[in-house]
């Protein structure tokens, strides 16, 4: 019988929904040979409507399709995979950096090819339809999505 509960909890996970507001998610399926991380960008791949892949450039940003949601039954998605991609609600990510709440989300392209999540406006390229929810110096941090455009 469990008489205790942990107060060291963690509140959220990155990739889960921030809270119950409804949300549209979708079923998108990565056209890349490795993991796609929960909790991070996807776009549209130019070569096939049905296909998604992680943003390398600023072009690719013109075209973002949403942020992948975490499951229960694994660590990540694998490649070739369908997942869980969430177009317009809120979700928890990792970011380097929000300043203020309501900031406007920036992607930061690293030497790597990798992109992270920043509120810095210098040198980075806009996230269309995406703010930050909270304050933060870097790590888990909610933002806003609405990638339906228009709506």
């Not at 008489?3 to 996970?13: P, S, W, Y």
């Not at 039954?73 to 979700?91: E, I, L, T």
Request: aromatic share 8%; net charge neutral; with cysteine.
């Amino acid at each position: 019988m469990q008489i205790e509960f942990l107060t060291n909890k963690e509140r959220a996970q990155i990739g889960q929904k921030v809270d119950a507001t409804s949300a549209i998610v979708i079923s998108a399926t990565s056209n890349s040979d490795k993991n796609i991380p929960f909790g991070s960008l996807v776009v549209y791949d130019e070569t096939d409507p049905f296909l998604c892949k992680m943003p390398s450039t600023k072009a690719h940003l013109d075209k973002p399709l949403g942020i992948t949601l975490r499951q229960l039954h694994c660590h990540d998605y694998a490649p070739k995979n369908p997942m869980a991609v969430m177009r317009q609600g809120r979700v928890w990510i990792d970011a380097e950096k929000a300043e203020f709440v309501g900031d406007a989300v920036y992607v930061k392209f690293l030497d790597n090819g990798n992109a992270i999540f920043t509120s810095t406006k210098t040198g980075n390229t806009l996230l269309k339809g995406a703010i930050f929810l909270e304050k933060s110096d870097g790590g888990k941090t909610p933002i806003e999505v609405n990638f339906l455009g228009g709506i």
